[in-house]
């Protein structure tokens, strides 16, 4: 069974900074994504921002600039280093793996899920 347990968020006053890490543990396909969404209240859940296991990134255009996301494949966990924060990145965060599926089927590996979350943690920017 694989867990995602996350650390970091809390409150930051706009401008301020914040870090989260995620890390994951259990029975995991080398060939991922891992990342980190948000969902504030009243909205969808939207990527924040996400890292293949070859090292290739995706940001909201939102966050361009602010946020890197990084991570370590030996110990299965990523992190998201968040500055100039605003008021409107609060929301609860939560981390993400998902599997490369094509990668799997060419591999002949046989893949009982697809995705996996984290319980959330809530930032909130705030003067």
């Known amino acids: 069974q694989v867990q995602l347990v996350e650390s970091g968020g809390g409150l930051v006053q706009p401008g301020g900074s914040l870090s989260l890490s995620c890390a994951a543990s259990?029975?995991?396909?080398?060939?991922?994504?891992m990342g980190w969404y948000r969902q504030a209240p009243g909205k969808q859940r939207e990527l924040v921002a996400a890292v293949t296991s070859a090292g290739a990134t995706n940001y909201a255009n939102s966050v361009k600039g602010r946020f890197t996301i990084s991570r370590d494949n030996a110990k299965n966990t990523v992190s998201l280093q968040m500055n100039s924060l605003k008021p409107e990145d609060t929301a609860v965060y939560y981390c993400?793996?998902?599997?490369?599926?094509?990668?799997?089927?060419?591999?002949?590996?046989?893949?009982?899920?697809?995705?996996?979350w984290g319980q959330g943690t809530q930032v909130t920017v705030s003067s």
């Open positions: 993400n793996i998902q599997y490369d599926i094509a990668a799997a089927q060419n591999m002949g590996v046989i893949l009982y899920d697809y995705d996996h």
């Open positions: 259990g029975s995991i396909f080398s060939r991922n994504a």
